[in-house]
């Protein structure tokens, strides 16, 4: 015979529904297993240069390029995906030199591709028309009045040197 519990459901009953973020990256078949609470998918260095206006409401990270090494090797992966407030954002922590500049648009390509198909789960929660994050390492050489940043530009990916999820 099963005991009825009053007021709160055992913690064995709680549903991935409760945490969205959570819920997808389960559902995405190459990231199965791989949640992580809050940002400790993130190294720390990098973890520091995500801000929240309500902390509370981390729903946790993903290593995207990790999850998905063996599975595309010589592909210019994204980094990470962040869950804040049942959303998902995508991050990317990368150098910002003219150099990089066709490397991130790749990477950007290649992640939209991905959530086009293995990732539908997480790109259904996606946050809004920026969601898509590349947070610079290092110095910004990229001057802003050059075809290069006017590339960005176009492909909607410019550097920033911290990310405030509002």
Partial sequence: ?????????????????????????EECPDLKGNYCIGLKALKDEEACKIITDVPKQL??????????????????????????????HFVEFHPAHTSEVNKMINKKKWLECWLDNDGQPLYKIHADENFIHWIF?????????????KKLVQHKIIPVSNLTLK
């Fill in 137 to 149: 390492t290092g110095k910004f050489a990229i001057l802003k009045n050059s075809s290069h940043y």
């Fill in 59 to 88: 729903n946790g990270s993903i290593d995207i390029d990790k999850c998905l090494k063996k599975k595309h090797p010589e592909d210019n992966r994204w980094d990470y995906a962040i869950g804040y407030k049942e959303k998902s």
């Fill in 1 to 25: 015979m099963v005991k009825k519990s009053k007021g709160k459901l055992p913690k064995q009953n709680i549903t991935l529904n409760e945490n969205a973020f959570k819920a997808a990256v």
